[in-house]
């Protein structure tokens, strides 16, 4: 089955929910599941397909093309923010999508083609690069990240910012 098989079938399949994840972010949530999909449409289908399309229709509720066209809502009008279970390891998401910025370009290509699923074997094998280099790049970006996280996490506490994140 071709990429964009699998992401018609993946969307059709799971629509509903997705909305209610696209309604976390936007009151046109329709249009930000439909944005998402035209925007990964082309991209080679991953393991994980459901954590993908909902950090990407995060990205782009927060801070990408779809943010810029529409009128984002901070929160649901006439409804107080509640806190939710998920809410940590979306805040995590967010700050490490914010670390991985700020990489040099080839560490930032290589964790994220690993995020997005790709093996690095068959990436140094099309790219003609030696593997040992891909990987020595994915554990040194590994350690940057974790440390990273670990040191927000300290500063989160000490702060009471983050809730003990």
């Known amino acids: 089955m071709n990429s964009k098989a699998s992401w018609d079938e993946f969307v059709s399949k799971e629509y509903r929910y997705l909305l209610k994840i696209a309604g976390r972010f936007t009151a046109d949530k329709h249009d930000l599941v439909n944005h998402v999909y035209l925007r990964v449409i082309d991209k080679p289908f991953p393991?994980?397909?459901m954590g993908y399309f909902c950090t990407?229709?995060?990205?782009?509720a927060t801070r990408g093309k779809f943010k810029s066209l529409y009128n984002?809502?901070?929160?649901?009008?006439g409804k107080e923010p509640v806190?939710?279970?998920g809410m940590e390891r979306s805040l995590k998401l967010e700050q490490i999508e914010l670390f991985i910025d700020r990489l040099p370009w080839f560490d930032k290509m290589v964790i994220r083609l690993y995020l997005d699923g790709h093996k690095l074997s068959e990436v140094a094998r099309e790219a003609d690069i030696h593997p040992a280099t891909l990987y020595q790049s994915l554990h040194r970006t590994k350690?940057?990240?974790a440390n990273a996280v670990s040191i927000a996490k300290h500063k989160g506490r000490a702060s009471g910012d983050m809730q003990g994140l």
Request: net charge negative; aromatic share 10%; no cysteine.
């Open 83 to 85: 806190y939710e279970p």
């Open 47 to 49: 393991e994980k397909p």
């Open 143 to 145: 350690k940057i990240l």
């Open 72 to 77: 984002i809502q901070e929160t649901p009008e």
């Open 56 to 60: 990407a229709m995060y990205m782009e």
